[in-house]
C-alpha cells in the first residue's frame, strides 16, 4: 500500500461497509471470512460452502 491508501483506510473501510450492507439479501447474503490464519481461513470457507448445499443421502446398492 501507498502513503496515500494508508491516509484513505477509512474512507476504503466505510465504502466496503456501506458496499455491504446495501447489497445484502436474503437469496445471496455475504459472508465475511476473517483470514489471519491462511490455510485455516480456506478450510473454513470449504466447510461453509459444503453447508450450504442441500443434499440428500443417497442408499448404496451392491
Known amino acids: 500500500m501507498d502513503l496515500e ?3 484513505r483506510w477509512y474512507d ?7 458496499m ?6 436474503d437469496f445471496a447474503p455475504w459472508f465475511v ?3 489471519d490464519n491462511k490455510k485455516r481461513v ?5 466447510s461453509h460452502l459444503l453447508d450450504k ?3 440428500k443421502p443417497v442408499s448404496r446398492t451392491r
Do not use: C, M, Q, W
Not at 480456506?42 to 470449504?46: A, K, M
Open 33 to 35: 471470512a476473517h483470514s
Open 42 to 46: 480456506r478450510l473454513n470457507v470449504i
Open 12 to 18: 476504503f473501510s466505510r465504502a466496503r461497509d456501506e
Open 20 to 25: 455491504l450492507l446495501k447489497t445484502d439479501s
Open 53 to 55: 448445499v442441500p443434499y
Open 5 to 7: 491508501s494508508y491516509g
